[in-house]
Every structure is written in C-alpha cells, then in structure tokens.
C-alpha cells in the first residue's frame, strides 16, 4: 500500500481566535480531531507535529508511537513565517519521500477522505506531481470593481448550470520532497490534481463563527443526525 508522512504544524498564538489549536471543541483540544483522523488513516504512515507550544508537544507525546515531534526553531516562529518554509524545514529533516500536509483547523476532516486523497495522489502520477483540496463552487462571482468574473448578469443563469470554480480550501495538499523541490519549495507543484472536499468536511476554523459552525456539526453527528 502507498503511503505518505503527514505533516502537522501548529503553533502556540492565533490571531482571530485565540489559543484555538489547544481550546477544546466538544470536549476534547481542536488538534486532537485532525491527528485522530490521520492516525485513523490506513495510508499515512507517521505524523510529524511542528511547535512552538509545549503544550502541544506535551499533549501528542504519548498519544501514538508514529506521533514524531518536531520543535519549531525560533526563525519559523511568528505570524508571518510562510508556511512553506516550516515543510521545507520537515522535509529537510525527514528526507525524500511523500507528504500529506494539512490543519489543525480542520476537525471535520475524516480518515476515509484523507485515504481516497492519498489514492488519489498515486494513482494520478507520474502525469500530476501534487494534488490539494478544493470546494466546488456554483455561484456568482464578482471581483473588487464589481465586475462578473463568471457569469452574465444579462443571461442570469441558474446558479447549478454555471460553470464550477474551485477554491483551495486548506484542507490537504499531497506532494513528493523531489516535488516540493522542483516547484521552488511550494507544497502544489507545477503540475497539481484538485481533489475535491465536501463542505462540511472542509469547515476550517479561521473565525469565532467557524469554531460555532464545527462545534454544532459535531454535535449533529454525534447524534446520528445528518446537517
């Protein structure tokens, strides 16, 4: 079976919702939702978690032995570090091979999405070299000046015969070390596959409203119900 590393950085400040990486989401550190569903994941061979919080290292210790923690050197620690110099420091201390990158803000993420993910990489080589998730969107666009970008007001089509557009959603990017390389460190080469994430799963917890979105799905699936 094809496998990939995941790689999994999270750091101890957040600006919009605070220590949100350790704050508990029904009961349990926004954090441990997306590293339960990679350990889950029968394709994703180890878990590598990049900090700068103590905390955090202290939280994942134990949890599982393909849990590999890496300290987060104090010039990629900040707001504005890129995080493709944080993989690019993971890949240089792990080595060639391939990586599955994605968020602690993404508790909805399943194990059975990141194993068709990874499927997905593999079985779309050697034509793509990196693959990241994406939603699916059918409905009008306009740009800053208030300009359509994707329909014609005066054709006013239903929404649902527009043509879709795909917005990267954060949810995973798949990619090689040789790959990364090649694309000047950048986690989607120069020949990616969109795969695409349903909208629930691909909630990602950059405001107060998408910790009350998650938190409210959650609790609908612990219920049995279907949102």
Known sequence: M?????????KAHSERVPGKNLRLMAGRPLYAWVLSALLESSSIAAVVVNTDSEAIMDGVAHISERVVIHERPEDLRG?????????AHDIGLLGEG????????????????????????FEA??????????TRLQTRLYDAAGTPMNHDPAALLRTQDLAPVYEE?????????????????????RSPIMFEVDRIQAVDIDEETDWLLAE???????RGERP
């Open 79 to 87: 707001d504005e570090v890129s995080m493709n110099r944080i993989i």
């Open 125 to 134: 080589q050697p034509e793509h070299d990196s693959l990241f998730g994406v």
């Open 169 to 189: 959603n954060s949810t995973l990017y798949l990619f090689s070390a040789a790959g990364f390389q090649r694309a000047d460190s950048n986690r989607i080469g």
């Open 216 to 222: 409210a799905l959650i609790a609908m699936q612990h």
């Open 2 to 10: 094809n496998t990939a590393t995941a790689l999994l950085p999270m």
């Open 98 to 121: 391939h990586y599955l990158q994605t968020h602690a803000t993404n508790p909805l993420l399943t194990a059975a999405t990141i194993d068709r993910a990874v499927n997905r990489y």
